[in-house]
Each structure stands twice: as structure tokens, then as C-alpha cells.
């Protein structure tokens, strides 16, 4: 190979390196942020979950009252 062309893949390689490493940091942001959002989800499930047998406790008490 001319000195010329061993350049130029060089400087391409150098470019490939460059977005793999970037990729590569995006990739671990994004599993973060996957990681948070299935956190959050998982905390709103409980929160929903606790909601709703209050409520459904609150209908029980209701109707007692007015079988009474």
C-alpha cells in the first residue's frame, strides 16, 4: 500500500474508533436511563397497588354502612 491510502485508513479507523466509543457512551446512558424508568415504573406500580385496596377498603366500609 502507497503512504497516501495507509493515511486515509488511518484517519478511518481513527473516525470508527471514535464513533464506537461514542456509541459505546450512549448505550450505557441509555441502559441508565432504561434502569431508572423501570425503577420509577416498579415504584408506581406499588404506589397504584396501595391505591387501589385503600379505595377498594374504603368501598367495603361504605357498603357495610349501609347494610347497617
Known amino acids: 500500500m502507497q503512504q497516501p491510502d495507509l493515511?486515509?485508513?488511518?484517519?478511518k479507523l481513527d473516525r470508527l474508533i471514535d464513533r464506537c466509543q461514542k456509541l459505546e457512551a450512549e448505550n450505557t446512558g441509555l441502559r441508565q436511563l432504561q434502569?431508572?424508568?423501570q425503577k420509577e415504573?416498579?415504584?408506581?406500580?406499588?404506589?397504584?397497588d396501595l391505591a387501589r385496596s385503600k379505595i377498594e377498603a374504603m368501598i367495603g366500609r361504605l357498603r357495610a354502612l349501609e347494610h347497617h
Open 7 to 11: 493515511e486515509a485508513l488511518s484517519r
Open 35 to 37: 434502569d431508572d424508568w
Open 41 to 48: 415504573r416498579a415504584q408506581l406500580m406499588q404506589k397504584n
